[in-house]
């Protein structure tokens, strides 16, 4: 019997791991990925611009659209860098 639940896993262990901060979704990505993409379906969430002091989790950058999400890279900047795919 294969186990391709473990080999995903092991896969989203090895991205690198952001948060995402919104009103109708947050969570650890990319565990939290696709819930938060499907609820804002009509929003363009590479455009989120990081916080550069994000209290949570400690250690992730932190992406969003509140006031304190001001930049100097935006979510799709940190995908690209990281070849991490919408």
Not at 5 to 24: D, I, Q, T, Y
Not at 46 to 71: K, N, W
Request: with cysteine; hydrophobic share 35%.
């Amino acid at each position: 019997m294969r186990n391709d639940v473990g080999r995903k896993s092991a896969a989203a262990h090895r991205s690198p791991l952001f948060w995402f901060e919104g009103n109708m979704a947050w969570g650890e990505c990319p565990r939290e990925w696709e819930r938060i993409k499907a609820a804002y379906p009509k929003m363009d969430l590479r455009t989120a611009l990081v916080a550069p002091h994000s209290l949570q989790p400690p250690g992730l950058p932190s992406f969003g659209f509140y006031s304190e999400h001001v930049g100097p890279m935006t979510l799709g900047e940190f995908m690209d860098q990281h070849g991490m795919q919408y």
